[in-house]
């Protein structure tokens, strides 16, 4: 019976702590999305609405007028593609339209364009289309992973392999970088490792993490 109360009360902490990175994470993106409109689009809008007053002015030369144009035309692009960009960072279409595959092919090819890195991505596995609603977790699982191997880790290599382990559906991911101390995960709050074994607890699989100093990083989770 004292086992059984340690195993519960284990239970509940791991789920309070995974419910306390969810929330954190929620959290994280509000102020994330918040500072994008306020310094990015809303600064955007600015020069904007400005530049449309200044157009009020009488007897403006052709000069003037034409340059006012050119730059309401230049921030309403910047707008407009800050907005698509804020608009895929919370549910990319293509992910949502045609499944996880083509959202990890898009995913890799946008940050393959990146000359300083190279990234091999392959499938064994199909995804059904219905499970949808649980592959946006294993997408943002390797939007962390890719932005923690190319912004912190330096590597110039990513690996990521899908096939069936042991029965298992499991992702296999690895990069060249620098890599980090695991005793120093802990303090790894910024590379969103707790957010990751916590998208990877709601998948119902289990994640092993590998890396040392300067030998690059290994994921390995199933779901």
Request: hydrophobic share 40%; charged share 25%; proline share 1%.
């Amino acid at each position: 019976m004292e086992k059984k109360l340690e195993l519960n009360n284990l239970d509940i902490f791991l789920k309070s702590n995974q419910l306390v990175s969810v929330i954190r994470t929620l959290e994280s993106d509000r102020k994330r999305i918040a500072h994008e409109l306020h310094d990015d689009i809303s600064s955007k809008l600015n020069v904007i609405s400005l530049n449309c007053h200044l157009l009020k002015i009488p007897n403006l030369s052709s000069e003037d007028n034409e340059e006012i144009m050119k730059n309401i035309i230049e921030y309403t692009s910047k707008a407009l593609n800050s907005s698509k960009e804020m608009a895929y960072s919370l549910l990319p279409p293509v992910l949502d339209k045609f499944g996880l595959h083509a959202g990890i092919e898009e995913l890799c090819a946008e940050l393959d364009n990146n000359e300083s890195v190279v990234i091999q991505y392959e499938s064994k596995l199909k995804f059904d289309f219905e499970d949808n609603e649980s592959h946006i977790h294993i997408f943002r699982i390797l939007q962390e992973l890719l932005t923690n191997s190319i912004e912190h880790g330096k590597a110039t290599v990513i690996s990521i392999l899908f096939e069936e382990i042991n029965g298992k559906r499991t992702c296999i991911y690895s990069d060249n970088g620098i890599g980090f101390e695991l005793k120093q995960i802990e303090e790894h709050n910024g590379l969103g490792m707790k957010i990751i074994v916590s998208r990877v607890a709601i998948l119902e699989g289990n994640i092993t993490i590998e890396s040392q100093l300067n030998d690059g990083i290994s994921v390995i989770f199933n779901f």
